[in-house]
């Protein structure tokens, strides 16, 4: 976060759009005697759409809800001096020379990813890329959806790329920003020069024209296009925040004491903050990925499938049930049956329960909660084993930030599966960590340790007791 905009208003306010699988959420905060101070001005849903059996995102749609919730923050009173989005990583989209879109903006759970698996590593197998990037294998790794975009011809009118966070600022400002830690999540960026890696370009055919020079967050973007002033009422500074949701998530962790965190929501990312990326056999194997955060650093952590399993669940019981609920049912209904989260099955399958109970056998509603549940702890207890083994250190403490750690059951099944002490918030990580790295690169928080300090009196930070 080395290129800071001089702060240039008093008691400034920052609006974290902060958009996520399910929904999104529009929250304004100022900094007040040392603490942060945020209200949710406005909130959207969010999913996938299904055309023909191809899974989009709308886009365009989504843009409309950014746009609608920047004038209600201002309707709200709370016209905000800077604006920053993250979004989830790996998705994109394309423009042509007139800058307009190429086609539909795929979702990360469409197959085309997986489709061309073999033939991308027959251009370059999967331990090279691994040694380059750091980063795991996933089959919607943005390296083969570009790839079937090239296979399919997509790509040959394409001029611009740019992630789904970074296309949304560009609509917001005019201007083009490829922002760090997401680029890093493409499985395209060396680990050693935290730039676009020009061999795997060349060798993919990717047109080296696409991919510009990497900004970290805290970079000045630009202020409003005139018809964004216009449709909102106002204009303001985008400032860069960490776009890809979990980078957000992870910097307003309290991890001052070199503590892995587990950022809990539709996937779990359980890791540790590194500052040099671990691309050795070992991390390879246990699929650790080696994904940027600010100042070049590495958050060296494994994606596990996470809370998407009960939304799913949630959905397809109609939403007769809230989050909570299904948590106190399954607390009455413990079981010993536990899943492979790994299995593919899981990634988007047409009917949740069916490939649960198929892996299991038929189960009550609570009943398929605690085994989602149980099945979670159980994978957290071995990918931290695991994260330790790459790390070479043990951990006594892990730290659970997002939404999913208001999840009290599944906190303490994680107690009891790791046997590690586990501390709960902050709920909003991923929105805060929006919203720190804009104060830091207007100049309003020093560094990252003055903004967790910041994090840690303002919020919450409790320590699951297991009873019993």
């Known amino acids: 976060m080395d290129n800071k905009t001089p702060l240039s208003v008093k008691n400034a306010r920052y609006l974290a759009v902060d958009i996520g699988a399910s929904s999104g959420r529009h929250i304004v905060a100022s900094l007040t005697d040392g603490k942060l101070t945020m209200r949710e001005v406005y909130r959207f849903r969010n999913g996938v759409t299904d055309k023909d059996g191809r899974l989009y995102w709308d886009a365009e749609r989504l843009f409309g809800e950014i746009v609608a919730g920047l004038k209600a923050a201002a309707e709200t009173g709370l016209t905000p001096d800077y604006v920053g989005i993250d979004t989830w990583a ?5 423009l042509d020379e007139k800058d307009e879109p190429i086609g539909e903006v795929f979702a990360y759970r469409d197959k085309r990813g997986a489709a061309v698996k073999e033939q991308a590593h027959a251009v370059l197998d999967f331990p090279t890329l691994y040694r380059k990037t750091g980063i795991q294998y996933a089959p919607f790794n943005t390296l083969y959806q570009l790839y079937d975009d090239k296979l399919t011809g997509r790509l040959d009118k394409a001029q611009t790329f740019l ?35 020009e061999e795997i370009l060349a060798k993919f055919g990717f047109p080296k024209a696409l991919f510009g020079d990497l900004s970290q967050p805290g970079s000045k973007v630009g202020t409003f296009l005139p018809e964004i002033r216009e449709a909102v009422g106002y204009d303001a500074t985008v400032i860069l925040p960490a776009t ?34 671990h691309t050795e056999e070992k991390a390879m194997r246990y ?5 940027g955060s600010v100042d070049y650093a590495f958050r060296c952590q494994k994606n596990i499938i996470g809370l998407w399993m009960i939304q799913e669940v949630r959905k397809e019981l109609g939403e007769k049930y809230s989050f909570a609920e ?20 899981f990634l988007a399958p047409k009917s949740m ?43 006594d403490t892990l730290h659970v930030i997002g939404g999913g750690c208001q999840n009290a059951l599944l906190n303490e099944l994680t107690a009891r599966e790791t046997g590690k ?28 340790d003055a903004a967790r300090e910041i994090v840690k009196s303002s919020f919450d930070i409790t320590e699951v007791i297991i009873n019993g």
């Not at 699929?287 to 994904?291: G, K």
């Not at 002490?421 to 690169?441: F, H, S, Y």
């Open 90 to 94: 790996v998705d994109y989209a394309l």
């Open 287 to 291: 699929n650790y990925s080696n994904e």
């Open 353 to 395: 329960i069916a490939e649960i109970e198929g892996a299991v056998g038929k189960q009550s509603v609570g009943a398929l909660a605690y085994t989602v549940f149980r099945s979670l702890a159980r994978t957290y207890k071995e990918a931290i084993g695991e994260l330790e083994g790459v790390i070479g250190k043990r951990y």
């Open 421 to 448: 002490r586990i501390t709960v918030g902050p709920v909003e990580a991923t929105a805060i960590g929006n919203l720190i790295a804009q104060m830091i690169g207007a100049g309003e928080i020093k560094d990252l």
């Open 163 to 197: 992630m789904l966070p970074d296309y949304f600022h560009y609509r917001l400002t005019g201007v083009k920003r490829q922002e760090y830690t997401n680029a890093t999540s493409t499985g395209m960026v060396n680990a050693l020069t935290h730039r676009w890696d």
């Open 244 to 277: 890809h949701d979990t980078a957000s998530a992870v910097l307003a962790a309290p991890v001052t004491d070199g503590a892995p965190y587990l950022s809990s929501g539709t996937w779990s990312l359980l890791g540790t903050e590194v500052a040099v990326a």
């Open 326 to 345: 299904l948590a106190e049912m399954a607390r009455k209904e413990p079981n010993d049956k536990l899943l492979d989260l790994a299995d593919p099955r």
